[in-house]
């Protein structure tokens, strides 16, 4: 500083820095703005359980099954009316998706069964038929994979209801599967 300046006449550092970075507004938020929503949040660990309970909720039941190569399987969860599940017997809904388990071992068909009714509701499938044959060739056993299926939908929180189907599309040799709708977050 020079002997004859005026403190005074001294632009500070502050009105300095403004001058330098010329106008300014205040930000509302840290994050920028990308135009693209965010992708709804997924709970990873749950996936990892569901996958991971998949051959609990679907285990085998104790003892023979009573079932019959001509007895029809039907089921319906508590709170589903007398119309829907009569609808459903009769064919009424659209049977978007099939999985045929003709051939397939119980632990195949468990796992088989498992990944198609998974799938079916990701994709938004509300009525799919299985295919579980009447077990004409299971001997003395009686029809195992009938009675499986029977066992397995029941012990599934998303199935709403499951008959026979019709014998036209495969009667007690198949059975059509109503999904619960899966809950979507937007």
Excluded at 74 to 83: E, F, K, P, T, V
Excluded at 149 to 174: I, K, N
């Amino acid at each position: 500083m020079n002997s004859g300046d005026d403190p005074n006449d001294m632009p500070d550092d502050a009105d300095e820095f403004l001058r330098a970075i010329g106008d300014v507004r205040r930000l509302h938020h840290d994050q920028a703005d990308t135009g693209k929503p965010r992708p709804p949040a997924r709970a990873h660990q749950r996936d990892r359980d569901e996958a991971a309970a998949h051959s609990d909720w679907l285990s085998d039941p104790i003892g023979a099954s009573d079932l019959q190569p001509g007895d029809e399987l039907r089921y319906a969860r508590d709170g589903i009316s007398h119309r829907i599940f009569r609808k459903l017997r009769h064919g009424h809904y659209r049977v978007e998706d099939e999985l045929d388990m003709h051939g397939m071992f119980a632990d195949e068909a468990r796992q088989a069964i498992g990944q198609f009714l998974d799938q079916a509701r990701a994709d938004g499938r509300l009525c799919v038929r299985v295919v579980h044959g009447k077990g004409m060739r299971s001997r003395q056993k009686g029809p195992v994979l009938k009675g499986l299926t029977d066992h397995w939908l029941r012990q599934r929180h998303d199935v709403l209801a499951f008959c026979s189907a019709p014998p036209a599309d495969g009667g007690t040799g198949a059975v059509y599967v109503l999904l619960k709708r899966l809950k979507t977050t937007r």
